[in-house]
């Protein structure tokens, strides 16, 4: 008999892992507050959860519940609400309203506010890095950027190095001081992916203000000592604080805390790896891709197919890095996003399904410099191992045409130059000079090492 398999909340999270239960011959059963699926993708609001038998194993797929406190915002006599409660501009025509928070959630709503709204007012204490969908070119952003070569080339520069190049090539687009979008000196690098904001503050339509300090019936006093009058509705886009109203301590507790939760997935605490959580994740890249990733290691190791550390191990290693956090010796990156290559690699590897570079290039050269060079799209985890998928090679090798496609609706007469040439040059004009330029430093840092070896056995034989 298959072993059964509760998956709590039917959204993205939820809907990857029940089609990995299936592909793993797993039993199934959702559980879903709303009516409908695709949770907060679909706008829903949920209710509560019905009991679950308690032999049952878990693969819980997350919702967070807000929570938020401001001076005076109990006076506040216009509406009030969270990102999670709006749904639509419409309703919102004529007022004057101040979004609160400037992550993406904030951004869309500004910005879709902004088509109907008298004046919409955007709220941030930290600023951010506004990155546009599309890229040089016209190429879209994640495709271009999420490339394994780049991986490399971010782990073996200097942070400071790094920083000073991203941030040259955001401002390229538009200088982030003049519109009041630069973060705060001090904070740490964040951005947002959002093509229409800057306009949207370029004709006043959304207008920029610092951190909100307090509250009056009808206005809001902000940490710069300004004050902006007449605010019929206040829309937090705060975030969320997570919990597990269904589980029991000490296991709620530690679900919550990320340092808590093996590569972000199994709770340290359970001597049976009987629980996952799929989606508690913050990813610079496609958290649709990273969920199914997750469920794929999380229902193999149900099956007993992969196995996990020890939960004294887990602990211990959690406890211990816990204590240097509190103690300032360590910082807490368990709310920073994960870089999206390196985390995927690692699930992949748990799987046995991380694609060889090496491996390819002696094999099959071709794919080896796309998998390289090219996106790193979800098929490169399809090529072998569990799961392997047969056309895997295929669409990686013909991923742009499928991008390109929809776009040519129109043949421009004449191009200056084949497409296909203009399209490899920007996929690999600049990866091949970077590695160049790369290797050429090497070689000349190993060539100054050897010649002052040298010269320090030739001093010392004189």
């Not at 829903?44 to 797929?61: E, F």
């Not at 207008?207 to 909100?212: L, S």
């Not at 895997?392 to 043949?411: E, F, G, Y």
Request: aromatic share 10%; with cysteine; charged share 20%.
């Amino acid at each position: 008999m298959a072993k059964r398999v509760a998956v709590v909340g039917a959204g993205v999270s939820g809907l990857s892992s029940i089609r990995c239960c299936l592909d793993e011959g797993l039993e199934p059963t959702c559980f879903e507050r709303s009516e409908d699926i695709g949770g907060l993708w679909r706008f829903t609001v949920r209710s509560s959860y019905p009991v679950l038998p308690p032999a049952w194993l878990l693969a819980l797929a997350l919702l967070g519940q807000v929570a938020s406190a401001y001076l005076g915002i109990h006076t506040f006599k216009g509406q009030v609400l969270h990102s999670q409660q709006y749904k639509t501009p419409d309703g919102f025509q004529g007022k004057r309203i101040l979004v609160l928070g400037l992550g993406n959630t904030g951004g869309d709503v500004a910005v879709e506010l902004s088509r109907t709204a008298a004046q919409v007012l955007l709220s941030t204490r930290t600023g951010t890095w506004v990155v546009s969908r599309s890229s040089d070119g016209g190429y879209p952003y994640n495709m271009m950027v999420t490339r394994r070569y780049l991986a490399f080339i971010a782990r073996i520069l200097p942070s400071c190095v790094l920083k000073w190049i991203q941030e040259r090539q955001l401002n390229k687009r538009f200088n982030h001081e003049n519109y009041g979008l630069s973060i705060t000196k001090g904070k740490k690098f964040k951005s947002i992916v959002n093509d229409e904001l800057p306009t949207c503050i370029l004709c006043g339509a959304v207008r920029m203000k610092p951190g909100v300090k307090g509250f009056t019936e009808t206005s809001a006093l902000f940490e710069d000592g300004t004050v902006e009058e007449d605010i019929n509705t206040v829309v937090f886009t705060t975030g969320y604080t997570f919990s597990f109203p269904f589980l029991e301590d000490p296991l709620r507790g530690l679900c919550a805390k990320k340092v808590y939760l093996y590569k972000r997935v199994f709770p340290a605490s359970l001597e049976k790896a009987t629980l996952a959580t799929i989606g508690l994740i913050s990813l610079k890249g496609s958290i649709l891709a990273a969920t199914e990733l997750q469920a794929r290691w999380a229902t193999r190791v149900f099956k007993g197919l992969c196995k996990i550390p020890p939960s004294r191990t887990l602990m211990a290693e959690a406890t211990r890095t816990e204590k240097l956090i509190k103690r300032g010796v360590m910082r807490d990156t368990s709310g920073d996003k994960l870089d999206y290559i390196p985390y995927m690699d690692d699930l992949a590897a748990c799987i046995g399904v991380k694609p060889s570079v090496a491996l390819l290039l002696l094999k099959d050269p071709r794919l080896a410099w796309e998998v390289f060079f090219g996106p790193c799209t979800p098929y490169q985890y399809r090529l072998t191992g569990p799961g392997k998928w047969e056309g895997a090679r295929n669409a990686i090798l013909t991923q742009w045409d499928r991008t390109l496609k929809p776009l040519k609706t129109r043949v421009a007469p004449d191009p200056p130059t084949p497409a296909s040439i203009s399209r490899y040059l920007k996929a690999w004009g600049a990866p091949v000079l970077l590695a160049s330029l790369l290797l050429a430093c090497k070689s000349a840092f190993f060539f100054k090492l050897v010649q002052d070896k040298l010269q320090g056995r030739i001093s010392f034989i004189q």
